[in-house]
């Protein structure tokens, strides 16, 4: 008997101390308090500098380079490129788009930057001139440009240009077209580059019919990249190039073939009584 309580007294003696040689027990986890640790703790590994895609557009091709000018305003300069025809590469020496990264800027877009337009036309009277200005006005503002200035430039006896110089965040792309020896094949064709390039998603600012000579005609389409995403981009506005004035009605040509009419504008000192471009939603 005295050796069955000795062994009982052994075993509640021990108890205790096994308890105390035990792990001690972690408190219970808490999601919210891990994730706060996540956040707060410091990583001290390097950081990729942030970066930004700038589209960048064929402008011209020169001296076997093709040239290209970018959203951001760089101008590139790249080799031609000789296409491979046995591969199924279309013939052309240039590409009509270069899309890189750059470093983002405050909230990755780049800051307002000063530019300025320069009239490719040649006109008669400060008269036409001044309509051609208004009308380029008028488009840029449409594409949220800050003019901050305009004048007539005299080149000459009867000729006359203009300039304007605005603020926007997008750079302006002037698109040159080639020589006709017809104004009606020069319009014609100005129309479907406006159409093909707002089918590309650009926002169209203005057009300007070029008259070199007697019997040679080019235009020049200015435009901005558009900033929307391919998938955000909502309902866009349809360009319509005046056709015609008939019985006091300005007749139009839009994208897509459709046709616009509407009633001419009084006559007025520096107004037309139709107006060379125009948008509809």
């Not at 590409?95 to 337009?117: D, E, S, V």
């Not at 006005?137 to 080149?155: D, M, Q």
Request: hydrophobic letters at 35%; proline letters at 7%.
């Amino acid at each position: 008997m005295n050796i069955i309580a000795n062994f009982l007294i052994a075993i509640s003696l021990a108890a205790p101390a096994a308890a105390e040689q035990r792990a001690p027990q972690l408190p219970p986890i808490d999601a919210g308090s891990v994730w706060n640790q996540i956040n707060n703790q410091h990583n001290n590994l390097p950081q990729p500098a942030p970066v930004t895609l700038d589209t960048c557009v064929f402008t011209e091709f020169r001296n076997n380079k093709c040239y290209f000018k970018c959203q951001s305003g760089a101008i590139l300069k790249e080799p031609a490129m000789r296409p491979d025809f046995s591969a199924g590469e279309p013939a052309g020496a240039c590409a009509t788009h270069i899309i890189r990264t750059i470093p983002a800027g405050p909230l990755g877009k780049a800051a307002a930057g000063r530019q300025t337009f320069n009239s490719f036309g040649s006109y008669s009277t400060r008269q036409e001139a001044a309509l051609a200005m208004e009308q380029t006005l008028n488009g840029l503002n449409y594409a949220k440009a800050k003019i901050t200035g305009s004048k007539l430039v005299t080149k000459g006896p009867n000729d006359y240009d203009f300039q304007i110089t605005f603020l926007s965040r997008r750079s302006l792309i002037v698109y040159p077209g080639v020589s006709f020896r017809r104004e009606a094949d020069a319009y014609n064709q100005m129309f479907d580059r406006v159409e093909r390039l707002e089918n590309e998603g650009n926002d169209v600012a203005f057009t300007e019919l070029v008259r070199s000579g007697p019997t040679d005609y080019s235009y020049v389409v200015g435009y901005f990249v558009s900033e929307e995403e391919p998938s955000r981009r909502s309902v866009k506005a349809r360009a319509c190039i005046f056709s015609k004035l008939e019985n006091d009605t300005c007749m139009y040509k839009c994208t897509g073939g459709s046709a616009y009419s509407r009633p001419a504008l009084p006559a007025a000192e520096f107004q037309a009584p139709c107006t060379p471009i125009l948008f509809q939603i």
